[in-house]
Nanobody, 125 residues
Framework: QVQLVESGGGLVQAGGSLRLSCAAS????????MAWFRQAPGQEREFVAG????????GYADSVKGRFTISRDNAKNAVYLQMNSLKPEDTAVYYC??????????????????WGQGTQVTVSS
């Protein structure tokens, strides 16, 4: 079992920055992918960014590329999402996810086995 706890959400003005953290506990397998998803009211959960636990290779949604950076700290069992140049359309609940996910399915939230409780990010215009 893996437990994920997110923190760092809040209210920020457009153009501002936030850093989300995801603390992982339990048996983190080296083959796991870690990812951030977000879900706005009435919308489907969407992929934001992902990172492989061992190699550290990353991937991003087009909507956040160049503004968001995902990173992981294996020693601390933590994953981070640095969000810069935030826009009102980034407003959503952000979730940390983990699981053994084949490369072609990284953006499919249904493939992830473990989820945090979510943290709200609100960007005002």
């Amino acid at each position: 079992q893996v437990q994920l706890v997110e923190s760092g959400g809040g209210l920020v003005q457009a153009g501002g920055s936030l850093r989300l953290s995801c603390a992982a506990s339990g048996r983190i397998l080296s083959t796991y992918r870690m990812a951030w998803f977000r879900q706005a009211p009435g919308q489907e959960r969407e992929f934001v960014a992902g990172v492989t636990w061992t190699s550290g290779s990353t991937g991003y949604a087009d909507s956040v590329k160049g503004r968001f950076t995902i990173s992981r700290d294996n020693a601390k069992n933590a994953v981070y999402l640095q969000m810069n140049s935030l826009k009102p359309e980034d407003t959503a609940v952000y979730y940390c996810a983990a699981g053994y996910v084949p490369l072609g399915y990284v953006r499919d939230f249904r493939r992830y086995d473990y989820w945090g409780q979510g943290t709200q990010v609100t960007v005002s215009s």
